[in-house]
């Protein structure tokens, strides 16, 4: 009997540990942010396949930048009370046993399970930013939504690597203050060029690449641009695909 219950116990730890994340160290120099965004949202995923999923996040100093309407009151710490309308079969478990965190720190959760049901869900992270008012401790409700994880072949997009294919994503992290990751998706070994330029026009970097068919990063110091809005394009003579770079230092 006293083997049994050491056994469940290291079987419980084990799962727990597995089920706890790490922030992500790219996104430190941020002020603020959630990764992924609902731009890039999360992955989809199938019905009795194992499912883990990261939401990184940096908690800023400043609740305007979480809210405007709060702008000027500082943030002690944010609390993760919930993720709404996570698919049956998933749960999430953060990095700590509390899920807060204090300002101007890193913090992750991770969603995951085995999902046991097909559909698109709608999802939210349900959060409380605490800060003072008066010197008195005040709670903010605020949830960060425009997120979906599909589950099944609802919304699926699969790339088809034997068809034409040039496709960029977003920067992280972006807003950007030394540096960030930039991948895009080719379905050949080509020559790519890279080229960011400022809102006035002006080409601030070009390079040329050659890359692998399948996922490629793209590693940028942004140390040395001026804070402001860029334009970053990658072009294989054919295709053309542009996205929006902030840099903040």
């Given amino acids: 009997m006293k083997n049994l219950i050491i056994l469940l116990f290291l079987i419980l730890t084990t799962g727990i540990t597995q089920a706890q994340c ?26 009795g396949v194992p499912y883990d999923e990261i939401v990184n996040f940096k908690v800023p100093r400043d609740a305007g930048d979480v809210d405007p309407a709060a702008a000027g009151n500082y943030i002690d710490s944010i609390v993760l009370s919930s993720i709404t309308n996570i698919p049956p079969g998933l749960s999430f478990a953060c990095d700590n046993p509390t899920c807060s965190w204090n300002y101007d720190s890193l913090g ?122 860029y334009i970053y394009s990658i072009t294989n003579g054919k295709i053309k695909s542009s996205k929006r770079l902030v840099v903040n230092h």
Wanted: aromatic residues 10%.
């Fill in 108 to 229: 992750c959760a991770s969603i995951s399970g085995i999902p046991t049901a097909n559909g698109t869900y709608q999802i939210s992270l349900d959060a409380t930013i605490w800060t003072q008012i008066f010197f008195t401790p005040f709670p903010i409700p605020y949830s960060f939504d425009g997120y979906v994880i599909n589950i099944g072949n609802t919304g699926i997009n699969i790339i088809n690597l034997d068809e034409a294919v040039l496709e960029l994503k977003n920067a992280i992290p972006n807003p950007s203050n030394e540096t960030t990751k930039i991948q895009y998706i080719s379905n050949d070994s080509e020559t790519i060029s890279f080229e960011i330029i400022n809102l006035l026009g002006e080409t601030i970097s070009t390079s040329k690449m050659t890359s692998q068919r399948g996922v490629n990063d793209i590693h940028l110091n942004t140390l040395e641009f001026s804070e402001g809005i």
């Fill in 22 to 47: 790490v922030p992500d160290i790219i996104y430190a120099d941020s002020t603020f942010g959630v990764w992924p965004t609902p731009q890039t949202n999360f992955a989809s995923g199938e019905v």
